[in-house]
């Protein structure tokens, strides 16, 4: 593998690591949006959401991809809210199975990764200038 090869290589890592977190985010923003959601128009309580992801290419990983959004199917939370319109006849409502710690540490560890790939590709910019600086 010559160089000009490596050097895009980390490029298509880092920009498909980009793609990859900032779709994260936007699975993890949908789940803190819901927290409260009990009925999501089929009787039934929010599903969290996890973004799975896999390599670009199984043969020579040169990045990530998201390869599906799926459903946590995880039991949803009983909080005992008598008065609440989806309460059953005990007065428990089904909520989403959402925990608010585990999406922001989810948050936190995908906009880190996010950074990490901007930060890549920045200095990959600040290498290419200073070369074109040194051909002048």
Same mark, same amino acid.
């Given at each position: 593998?010559?160089?000009?090869?490596?050097?895009?290589?980390?490029?298509? &890592? $880092?920009?498909?690591?980009?793609?990859?977190?900032?779709?994260?985010?936007? #699975?993890?923003? =949908?789940?803190?949006?819901?927290? /409260?959601?009990?009925?999501?128009?089929?009787?039934?309580?929010?599903?969290?959401? &996890? $973004?799975?992801?896999?390599?670009?290419?199984?043969?020579?990983?040169?990045? #990530?991809?998201? =390869?599906?959004?799926?459903?946590? /199917?995880?039991?949803?939370?009983?909080?005992?809210?008598?008065?609440?319109?989806?309460?059953?006849?005990?007065?428990?409502?089904?909520?989403?199975?959402?925990?608010?710690?585990?999406?922001?540490?989810?948050?936190?560890?995908?906009?880190?990764?996010?950074?990490?790939?901007?930060?890549?590709?920045?200095?990959?910019?600040?290498?290419?200038?200073?070369?074109?600086?040194?051909?002048?």
């Amino acid at each position: 593998m010559n160089i000009e090869t490596n050097m895009f290589s980390s490029i298509d &890592i $880092a920009t498909s690591g980009l793609r990859a977190y900032n779709k994260q985010m936007e #699975v993890i923003g =949908s789940n803190l949006a819901n927290i /409260q959601t009990t009925d999501t128009g089929n009787g039934q309580p929010y599903r969290r959401l &996890i $973004a799975e992801f896999r390599t670009a290419d199984e043969e020579d990983p040169k990045g #990530v991809e998201l =390869s599906d959004i799926i459903q946590d /199917q995880s039991a949803f939370q009983r909080i005992l809210q008598p008065g609440h319109p989806q309460a059953d006849e005990e007065g428990y409502v089904n909520m989403p199975n959402v925990n608010w710690p585990t999406e922001m540490i989810n948050l936190n560890m995908a906009s880190r990764a996010y950074q990490a790939n901007a930060a890549v590709l920045k200095r990959y910019q600040r290498m290419v200038e200073s070369s074109l600086e040194l051909l002048k």
